[in-house]
């Protein structure tokens, strides 16, 4: 998730009936991002994802 739509997400996870399910965010714009930006936006998905999967 891009941090331009992280309410939208939050408002999709209540809706859905899972208000504490995590999701990684990203800087956003995407589309405009160098290759280096990207890679570090993947880096920074990555180890948020690592904590939701290894959360006890």
Not at 37 to 47: F, P, Q, S, V, Y
């Amino acid at each position: 998730m891009t941090a331009r739509f992280v309410s939208a997400a939050e408002m999709m996870r209540r809706v859905l009936g899972m208000p504490d399910h995590d999701f990684a965010t990203i800087g956003h714009p995407v589309s405009s991002a160098t290759d280096d930006e990207l890679k570090e936006m993947a880096r920074t998905a990555i180890e948020q994802g690592a904590k939701f999967l290894l959360k006890p």
